[in-house]
């Protein structure tokens, strides 16, 4: 059935209903209700081709495109599989390389440190060596002066010593007091 806005003849006539519909907005029209009087749409005509004889070498070659069509396809597939492979491959070893260039290039670093701490420590404990050597023998001279020297001497350096720390401690105290 289809709905028209304005009266229509129907081609047979007998099947036309009249009606009036009104609106939201209070305008008003009229409904013919009639049957389909109109053949099939040309479209549905045009898809339904007569029948003609299939042979069948007809068959066949449309069978061997239909192969080649698939066999095209998988081709196609299979392509790009393996170009996705071949990227993840190349990208692996641009890995594996940048690892290795990261790895020699931290262990030469590594090993340039080691050296110089070997290098500051060597030189660290002969300055040391030279310091105790000198201090040894600045005691073994004093040592032996305070040997060769007399009791009387020895009581005269002791009193020389005192008087010299008890002058720096007043000085100091004086500096304290100056400055506090």
């Given amino acids: 059935m289809y709905f028209f806005a304005t009266p229509m003849e129907v081609s047979n006539g007998n099947a036309e209903v009249d009606g009036t519909e009104v609106a939201k907005g209070g305008m008003k029209y009229e409904v013919i209700i009639a049957e389909a009087g109109s053949p099939a749409p040309r479209v549905l005509q045009e898809l339904l081709s007569p029948k003609h004889d299939i042979s069948l070498e007809d068959i066949e070659r449309k069978l061997q495109r239909a192969e080649e069509r698939r066999n095209s396809l998988l081709a196609e597939k ?28 931290t262990k030469t670093q ?20 030279a310091k105790v050597k000198e201090e040894v023998g ?12 007399s009791d009387q001497e020895k009581d005269v350096l002791m009193q020389d010593r005192l008087h010299a720390t008890q002058l720096n401690s007043t000085s100091l105290k004086r500096q304290k007091k100056s400055t506090g």
């Fill in 78 to 105: 299979e392509a790009a599989i393996q170009a996705k492979w071949s990227h993840i491959q190349e990208a692996s070893e641009k890995r594996a390389e940048s690892e290795a260039k990261f790895i020699e290039s």
């Fill in 110 to 129: 590594l090993e340039q440190k080691m050296e110089s701490v070997e290098t500051n420590r060597a030189s660290l404990i002969t300055s040391i060596k």
């Fill in 138 to 149: 600045v005691n073994a001279d004093y040592m032996k002066f305070w040997a060769i020297c």
